[in-house]
């Protein structure tokens, strides 16, 4: 069955650094998000992308967070300033359509700021 | 504001027990609800989603209703199994933006033999 993957599995940067996320989505879905969950909390919604754009942000995503799609393949997730308070786990989800079709995680990037 | 609460927090049941989890949201107005099993350190699992239109969805022995009314809706689970410990979330979006989703904070369930 296919899936979607990412990596790396465990990120360790110091404070201020510059982080990149990396998912591959299912390969016919058209519709990709990004999400966090702190150790212990709810899973929190960050961003959705389609057709190469920005579809939906949160108050989370802000000016530090950007997202690309560099080669019809990958999607990213670019923290430019890495934050104590950006330690968590990331999700990256994908989805084919529109509505209520099922939205496949990937397993997950653990970031952990120092 | 928008809004999804579960309940309880967390559970714990006898293997081969059945059992029902709470989710009420204010979400409005609603387009779909989702609920899925997360396991200790991986990505959520779907397991039903269900459109205001759709009182009951099943998934094997995983059983949810929505009651549109009331902005309530349950996962049941039957003849729960040890691989059943995990926690339940319950996601809802809405009628304006699909790409919108709210998160509850999730069941924790804890199956013991």
């Known amino acids: 069955e296919p899936e979607v993957t990412q990596t790396p599995s465990h990120q360790v940067t110091q404070m201020g650094q510059e982080v990149i996320l990396r998912c591959v989505p299912i390969s016919n879905h058209l519709y990709f998000y990004w999400y966090r969950q702190i150790l212990g909390q709810k899973v929190e919604f960050l961003v959705s992308f389609y057709n190469n754009e920005i579809s939906e942000k949160s108050e989370i995503f802000d000016d530090q967070f950007s997202v690309e799609r560099p080669d019809g393949s990958n999607f990213t997730l670019k923290i430019r300033s890495t934050k104590l308070e950006d330690s968590a786990m990331y999700f990256c989800?994908?989805?084919?359509?529109?509505?209520?079709?099922?939205?496949?995680f990937g397993p997950g990037t653990r970031l952990t700021v120092l | 504001k928008n809004q999804v609460e579960q309940s309880p927090q967390s559970l714990i049941i006898l293997e081969g027990k059945n059992c029902t989890l709470q989710?009420?949201?204010?979400?409005?107005?609603?387009?779909?609800l989702r609920w899925y099993k997360q396991d200790t350190g991986r990505g959520p699992v779907s397991l039903t989603i269900m459109t205001f239109s759709e009182n009951t969805k099943s998934n094997g022995r995983y059983t949810a209703t929505l009651d549109a009314d009331t902005k309530q809706s349950s996962l049941h689970i039957t003849a729960s199994q040890l691989s059943d410990s995990a926690s339940y979330i319950c996601?809802?979006?809405?009628?304006?933006?699909?790409?919108?989703?709210?998160f509850g904070s999730g069941t924790k369930l804890n199956v013991k033999p």
């Open positions: 989800a994908s989805k084919y359509r529109d509505s209520t079709d099922t939205q496949y």
């Open positions: 996601v809802v979006s809405p009628q304006y933006n699909f790409n919108k989703f709210y």
């Open positions: 989710c009420n949201y204010t979400v409005s107005p609603f387009s779909n």
